[in-house]
């Protein structure tokens, strides 16, 4: 599932930002420099980050605000070419400055925030210069995500929240003239995407009025508030109808195409994922992991069988045996009206087996709240979290989950049968208890704010995926064939997307292949097939994310459970494993076998 956290949900030119790199940018371990001289140097460097992250709220307050910090919440960066132009400006002006810096005369552990620092900077000139994502993509114009954390982050009284709204609500009509110049030649689907997620904005537009009704407004600030509001409906509007427009004249001969193609899809690899291994490395990596799966799910539907399929004759073929296996055992699912409260009910069982079995520490008193997935969210996937900044970590996570509104009976049962008995608990093993809700509250108290601020989107996903095959190895399920056989079929949604996107982007896999391979090969239904078609249309490099992230951990682990023998810890890994934030797995790995 994706994690659009903060950071990414804030709908600005750079929403998809996230830690941006060369892979050579990884932390070396320090080399033997005098105590004195280090402590030293990383005063000096302290003082340098103080100075960089003062800089950088000032040049990006929807950053700050993903942070957690919201003095300036009231300003709306515009996305126009003086804006992108500053930006770079500034990331080449901090490039400059660090470069002046002595990295082997740093501790370890500031070589490591050194690197994510010039990680992000070069990312920045990357996106803005190379990937130019913004002419091509309307999704990223959308002021919905910036409003919804005004209105729902405790950061001040909900009178004063109202207030900080208002006043960027000011800039919406500019913030679209500046979106509509900035668009150029955009691809159909994005646009199609982009115009279906604008009603979120005007959704959220609506819970700005009906908020403000409920605080007492000056007969000038209602004014203010009904004008902003009238212009700022219009603007949308104004968006749509040209996106509408726009969408008319973009022909397939013509239009751009959403596969990015190669050179981009390396590059982006790089600036996102930060592995030791190329993108093509990754794509070969996981079509054995595929084939090491599919022999490791033809045992389980053996031993499934009798049980499941009675005297029906078995398959030579085994990818047909195990798809009635699992097609048959996916009959078993929550009924579509009592899906919410499944997944709220087995928040707290996750919790206690993890205390039982020691597995990891947890903070329940951090709030978790199951919602529906706000409109201008839709479109990509079923479930998803939204956490706070780590300025803020004592403010709601979201666990985000689209309901069935406007699907037939045939797309629910799909999806149902899909997140079926087995697969609906890995699912929030994933995106909640120990998966992301409990990754992001370690990386949260982490004591580099540049290790949690600069998140890797690899490490991220990839302790997600890791942590289904740590609770299913500690006996969660009862270590039952239903249960591993689900977790094969989940885990290879993971090594599938990584094949699925590169096949896709580069190889220029087309649509009937890829919901061949999806359903199977990776043993998803129709609903998870069409869902995922169009994900990987929208995106790129980010399915990568999981594979990537969980096979260098699983690695990394196994490891140092070689190396330590019967002084390997599983509760210690875990835990000095997340208290680097959300670094990067390689800077992780080189920190924890420094220490």
């Not at 932390?27 to 003062?54: C, E, M, N, Y």
């Not at 130019?132 to 002021?143: G, K, L, M, S, Y």
């Not at 110049?181 to 279906?196: D, G, Q, W």
Request: net charge neutral; glycine share 4%.
């Amino acid at each position: 599932m994706p994690m659009p956290f903060r950071p990414v949900l804030i709908a600005t030119l750079l929403s998809s930002l996230v830690l941006a790199a060369p892979a050579s940018a990884s932390a070396t371990v320090a080399t033997a420099v005098p105590t004195t001289v280090t402590k030293k140097a990383d005063q000096g460097f302290a003082r340098i980050k103080t100075a960089f992250l003062s800089a950088l709220w000032q040049q990006d307050p929807d950053m700050a605000m993903a942070a957690g910090r919201y003095q300036d919440a009231n300003k709306l960066v515009l996305p126009n070419q003086s804006t992108r132009d500053a930006y770079v400006a500034f990331a080449d002006h901090w490039l400059a400055q660090i470069g002046k810096i002595d990295a082997e005369s740093l501790s370890a552990k500031e070589q490591t925030d050194l690197a994510l620092i010039r990680n992000y900077l070069n990312g920045t000139r990357w996106y803005l210069t190379q990937f130019r994502e913004f002419e091509w993509n309307p999704t990223q114009h959308n002021i919905a995500g910036s409003f919804d954390a005004i209105l729902n982050t405790d950061f001040a009284p909900k009178a004063k929240r109202v207030l900080v709204a208002m006043q960027r609500l000011q800039a919406v009509p500019t913030y679209y003239a500046a979106a509509k110049v900035s668009i150029k030649n955009p691809t159909p689907e994005h646009t199609r995407l982009a115009i279906k997620q604008s009603a979120g904005a005007i959704a959220v537009l609506a819970e700005l009025e009906k908020t403000a009704a409920q605080e007492k407004l000056t007969v000038k600030d209602k004014a203010a508030l009904d004008e902003g509001l009238k212009n700022a409906r219009a603007a949308v509007n104004d968006y749509v109808q040209f996106l509408e427009a726009l969408e008319k004249t973009l022909g397939p001969a013509t239009a751009r195409s959403f596969r990015i193609g190669k050179d981009l899809y390396e590059g982006k690899f790089v600036a996102d994922i930060q592995s030791s291994l190329t993108a093509e490395q990754t794509y070969q990596r996981a079509l054995k992991f595929r084939d090491e799966a599919h022999l490791n799910m033809e045992k389980l539907a053996d031993q499934l069988w009798d049980k499941t399929m009675g005297t029906q004759a078995r398959p030579a073929d085994r990818v047909r045996k195990i798809a009635m296996v699992i097609d048959k055992l996916s009959e078993k699912h929550v009924a579509a009206q009592d899906l919410f409260t499944e997944i709220r009910s087995q928040l707290p069982q996750l919790e206690k087996w993890i205390r039982e079995h020691d597995l990891v520490s947890l903070n329940a008193k951090k709030p978790l709240i199951v919602r529906e997935t706000p409109v201008y969210q839709r479109g990509v996937s079923l479930a998803s979290i939204e956490a706070p900044g780590i300025f803020r970590p004592n403010d709601k996570t979201y666990y985000n989950v689209t309901p069935f509104d406007g699907q037939s009976p045939e797309q629910i049962e799909s999806t149902l049968r899909e997140y079926n008995h087995w697969v609906l608990q890995i699912l929030n093993i994933h995106e909640a208890i120990p998966g992301h809700y409990t990754q992001l509250q370690h990386a949260n108290q982490s004591p580099s704010v540049i290790k949690t601020l600069f998140g890797n989107g690899a490490m991220v996903e990839g302790w997600a995926v890791y942590s289904e095959r740590m609770m299913l190895e500690s006996g969660y399920g009862g270590n039952t064939p239903e249960m591993w056989l689900m977790y094969y079929k989940w885990n290879l949604r993971a090594v599938c997307n990584t094949i699925l996107d590169y096949q896709v982007h580069v190889l220029g896999m087309t649509e009937a292949e890829a919901k061949d391979f999806l359903m199977n090969q990776a043993f998803q239904t129709k609903a998870e097939a069409d869902g995922k078609w169009l994900r990987v249309q929208y995106t790129s490099v980010q399915l990568t994310s999981y594979f990537s992230g969980y096979s260098e951990i699983l690695e990394f682990r196994e490891q140092l459970k070689k190396q330590q023998g019967d002084k390997f810890k599983l509760k210690q890994f875990h835990e000095q494993f997340l208290s680097y934030g959300s670094a990067p797995v390689g800077m992780i790995k080189k920190l924890m076998l420094k220490d």
